[in-house]
């Protein structure tokens, strides 16, 4: 059974750019969320998606935004790059019910410079 | 707002003893709680997940318990080996979300 793939595993990106981050759920796993992990912030949520529909939301300004597609595959845009952007961005997934377990990918590693 | 505490944010032992890693979490609300190691510049791999209803989990030689009521959990490590050595994190799972512990660096000296 396939786990999740995050696809690019790395990234340089330049100040102003966007970028765009991808996520493949284990097969039947239909809840997708998104985590952003920095040295000094630690792992902090981003969002949430299930079944195309976005269930929760985390506190990051709107240049971060995302979807889910009719297969439950997954995509992360952040628009006009920051230096402080520069992180392991994660995707976790779940069947979706609540009380289940998330796994998760290997993590895709932005940089801005 | 859940906040989730782990002590200690480091911890370097010889290899064969048994250990004991601390979550705390403020809200007992939760779904559930799970482990995670995380090796470094890599993913996150799960370890134990616990339900809300549940009281502890084993597998192979982790152990992890739940008190929802005085709201803490523990990872027991038994018999630890240097590829162990990895940096542990708790996680509750909230509103289709994860709140994070800051984690425990762990190091297994051989």
């Known amino acids: 059974k396939a786990g999740v793939t995050q696809t690019p595993r790395y990234l340089i990106k330049t100040r102003g750019q966007q970028v765009t981050l991808s996520c493949s759920p284990i097969?039947?796993?239909?809840?997708v969320s998104w985590y952003q992990q920095t040295p000094g912030q630690g792992l902090q949520f981003l969002f949430e998606?299930?079944?195309?529909?976005?269930?929760n939301k985390g506190n990051f300004p709107g240049r971060f935004s995302g979807r889910q597609f009719s297969n439950s595959r997954s995509e992360m845009n952040v628009s006009t790059l920051e230096l402080g952007d520069s992180a392991l961005y994660l995707c976790?997934?779940?069947?979706?019910?609540?009380?289940?377990?998330?796994?998760f990918g290997q993590g895709t590693r932005l940089t801005v410079v | 707002k859940q906040e989730v505490t782990q002590i200690p944010a480091a911890l370097s032992v010889p290899e064969g003893e048994n250990l004991v890693l601390n979550c705390s979490f403020t809200?007992?609300?939760?779904?559930?709680l799970q482990w995670f190691r995380q090796d470094p510049g890599k993913g996150l791999t799960s370890l134990l997940l616990?339900?809300?209803s549940q009281r502890e989990q084993t597998s192979g030689r982790l152990n992890a318990s739940l008190d929802k009521s005085s709201g803490r959990s523990t990872l027991y490590i038994a018999a630890s080996q240097p590829g162990d050595s990895a940096t542990y994190l708790c996680?509750?799972?909230?509103?289709?979300?994860?709140?994070w512990g800051a984690g425990t660096k762990l190091i297994i000296k051989p």
């Open positions: 976790a997934t779940s069947p979706g019910s609540a009380n289940t377990e998330a796994f």
């Open positions: 097969s039947g796993h239909r809840s």
């Open positions: 998606y299930f079944s195309e529909t976005q269930r």
């Open positions: 809200d007992s609300a939760i779904y559930n």
């Open positions: 616990i339900q809300s």
């Open positions: 996680a509750v799972d909230s509103n289709y979300q994860l709140i």
